[in-house]
């Protein structure tokens, strides 16, 4: 009987390392594909944020992955840039760029590498911002400067992408690819019209603070743009997020410096 016991063990054991080996290599066999397809889904993305119109933004979406790969290394410039002080960071990347994903860095909180975030500055309620962010600029006819922005809606951080025309201080277009806001509320996020009142609408005041507001209603001047019906809370939060990505402890430095090296 106690041999029989010691016999079932053994095959159970048996079985759980066997399991084990198969799940670690198809995990570590499948990573290159999943990683291929994160790329590839960033720069979908990226895409949308700068298509030039609708049109463009349809045919971006029916691309392959080799066709998005390649028209996003034909046409952008994908840098790095110190948020706090604007400056350009590139070269420490050298290699690794496409790897460097910079949410991860704040989350996990990797030691030197991200900034607590004072509750009073903390717009976007994410407690912690990495140091180094990507900046993708669209080199083509169709100008663009496309930011990664996050910021808290009512049940999710909401992650995307905000394109400004080549003035710096006017919206082409916010878009985004992660939250769990309420479909047909919060969740209208995702709606094209939605999104597309973003175009033409004006970030900045003559001095380069940030002015956008999101209004409950119908927007009256460039500043404001329509919020989502029965999403006050969302529609705040998207707010607060384009003005803190967009002011001195996001994107500012960076916007500042580069405006006044425009000729």
Known sequence: MQSDTINVFKVAASVCAVCAFLVSAAAIGLKPYQEYWVQVDTQRNILLASAADDDERSKFKK????????????NF???VIDL?????????YEGRLASYRQIEVAELRKAGKYTD?????????????????HVYIRTD????YVF???GKGLWSTL????????????????TF???????????????????SRWNGKVLFDDDGNVQLTVVKGDSKTDSEVDGLSGATITSKGVENMVRYWMGDQGFGPYLQRVRQEKP
């Open 63 to 74: 691309m392959s992955g080799e066709e998005v790969k390649d028209f996003f290394g034909k």
């Open 77 to 79: 410039r994908d840098i």
């Open 84 to 92: 706090a002080t604007g400056e350009e960071v590139t070269d420490q």
């Open 117 to 133: 975030i004072p509750t009073a500055s903390d717009l976007g309620q994410i407690k912690r911002r990495e140091n180094h962010s």
């Open 141 to 144: 006819s169709t100008e663009r």
């Open 148 to 150: 990664p922005v996050r």
């Open 159 to 174: 992650k995307g992408f905000l394109a400004l025309q080549p003035d710096l201080k006017t919206a082409a277009y916010l």
């Open 177 to 195: 690819y992660s939250h769990a806001e309420t479909p047909g509320l919060g969740g209208e996020v995702d709606n094209a019209g939605w999104k």
